[in-house]
Nanobody, 128 residues
Framework: QVQLEESGGGLVQAGGSLRLSCVVP????????MGWFRQAPGKEREFVAA????????HYADSVKGRFTISRDHAKNTVYLQMNSLKPEDTAVYYC?????????????????????WGRGTQVAVSS
């Protein structure tokens, strides 16, 4: 079992920025494609962004394209989500997820059913 741990959430005004972090413990970080998802109150969980195991391929939801950037640091076993130009509709609990992808170096998934491990989430609130 891999326990992911998110951090970096908080309250920010519209137009502001936050950077979320997710640490993946152990020595297998480079074998996982990583993703960020979010769930707003009363809504289903939705895809935000994903990055391949080597970081060479990324994929974003249309709603965040141009505002959010996903990246990963293999020296720190950490994946980041830089969120700029935040909007009230970005308010949600944000979850980090890991998908085992050995042998599939460019894999990115927007389907949450493909992910093997999840963090507990970090709350992001954007005020208008």
């Amino acid at each position: 079992q891999v326990q992911l741990e998110e951090s970096g959430g908080g309250l920010v005004q519209a137009g502001g920025s936050l950077r979320l972090s997710c640490v993946v413990p152990g020595r297998t970080f480079s074998t996982y494609a990583m993703g960020w998802f979010r769930q707003a109150p009363g809504k289903e969980r939705e895809f935000v962004a994903a990055i391949s195991r080597a970081g060479s391929n990324t994929h974003y939801a249309d709603s965040v394209k141009g505002r959010f950037t996903i990246s990963r640091d293999h020296a720190k076993n950490t994946v980041y989500l830089q969120m700029n130009s935040l909007k009230p509709e970005d308010t949600a609990v944000y979850y980090c997820a890991a998908e085992w992808s050995e042998g599939r170096i460019d894999l990115v998934s927007s389907d949450d059913a493909q992910y093997d491990y999840w963090g507990r989430g970090t709350q992001v609130a954007v005020s208008s």
